[in-house]
């Protein structure tokens, strides 16, 4: 498998122009929040988002100052939606590290991802970039729509698959659609392409968010979240949900009653994951993925060849075989 290292050559030059972007647009005059903005951005992790709108815009036309504008735009979007959730969860840490809600309590980290947001969107407006601002406005609507209904399903615990693809579409998908939109958007690309790398992304990212529901079930795992941590918040992800479907009604009740009283049993949460494993649950996830994988690739062969096509292909398949 291409590594990301690979992936990201095409747009070296360009992502290291982001990160200095991204950089300066954080700069206050108010110290405590200069503070903690450095520590929510020292890490600058994968840099997926970014990735993805560069090597979108040149997909679909040329790289330029308005990708970098879209780049920054989403990152601060994703930033500031990791820093709510956070608060939201009530997260003393994330992959490892203390979350701002933990360090600096609750009211700090809201008025930070406020700031984010509120800066994702002033970037827009600078530039003038208005068909920016309304892709990465109808992401921020539809990560908050899925948002809230991942919780109202599970204080029920009624989820069905149909409405678990609606919510990973609306929380996770919308956010890697924006990328893709708004990288070609950012190219000149017309509104026929632009909706097509929406599609695009809105595939790739429920195949990602599937790929990242499957690292739950592990009882070691690399990615730094703590294993059973969905079935802790009651989050019935795609294997579980395939389980319930084939249950009889006393199995189902059964099974729900160890999600409800008995999450933090390590006993009987493995005994439910090794069932979940025997009726086929995570093979059948895995094959959802995959074929989501496919449709990004099937849209992809529209467009003619090339490095950004490439690094977009290896990029699809780091996805869905990427370990953490």
């Known amino acids: 498998m291409t590594n990301l290292n690979q992936i990201k050559q095409p747009v070296k030059k360009e992502l290291e122009q982001f990160d200095r ?11 405590l929040m200069n503070l903690i903005l450095r520590y929510v951005t020292r890490r600058k992790g994968k840099r997926i988002r970014p990735l993805i709108t560069f090597l979108t815009a040149g997909l679909t036309g040329n790289i330029n100052e308005a990708t970098v504008t879209a780049a920054v735009m989403i990152e601060l979007l994703h930033t500031a939606t990791l820093v709510h959730d956070d608060v939201v969860d009530e997260a003393e840490k994330r992959r490892g590290i ?4 933990a360090l600096w ?8 991802g406020d700031f984010l947001l509120s800066r994702g969107l002033l970037v827009s407006l600078e530039k003038e ?7 990465v406005a109808q992401a921020t609507r539809e990560m908050s729509e899925g948002e809230l209904l991942q919780m ?3 204080r029920k615990l009624d989820i069905t698959e149909e409405v678990y ?3 990973i579409r609306k929380k996770t998908a919308s956010l890697i659609a924006s990328c893709c939109a708004a990288g070609a958007a950012s190219a000149g690309a017309d509104r026929q392409t632009i909706d097509k790398m929406w599609t695009f992304g809105e595939y790739a990212g429920i195949a990602f968010q599937i790929k990242d529901d499957l690292f739950d079930y592990q009882l070691i795992n690399k990615t730094g979240k703590p294993s059973a941590e969905d079935i802790k918040e009651r989050k019935l992800t795609l294997p579980l949900i395939y389980l319930l479907n084939r249950s009889s009604w006393t199995e189902k009740q059964k099974y729900l009653y160890t999600i409800r009283f008995n999450s933090g ?3 009987k949460i493995k005994k439910l994951f090794q069932t979940i494993e025997a009726s086929g649950g995570l093979q059948y996830a895995e094959e959802q ?22 690094a977009l292909k290896d990029l699809l398949d780091y996805i869905i075989r990427r370990e953490k």
């Open 21 to 31: 972007e991204f950089k300066s647009v954080l700069k206050t005059p108010v110290p």
């Open 98 to 101: 203390f979350t701002v809600n």
């Open 105 to 112: 309590k609750n009211k700090a980290a809201v008025l930070i």
């Open 129 to 135: 970039r208005f068909d920016l601002l309304k892709i």
């Open 152 to 154: 109202e399903k599970a």
């Open 165 to 167: 693809f609606e919510i």
């Open 265 to 267: 049993n390590k006993q």
């Open 289 to 310: 993925m995959k074929a989501y994988h496919s449709k990004a690739l099937e849209i992809l062969e529209d467009f003619p060849g090339g490095q950004y096509k490439k």
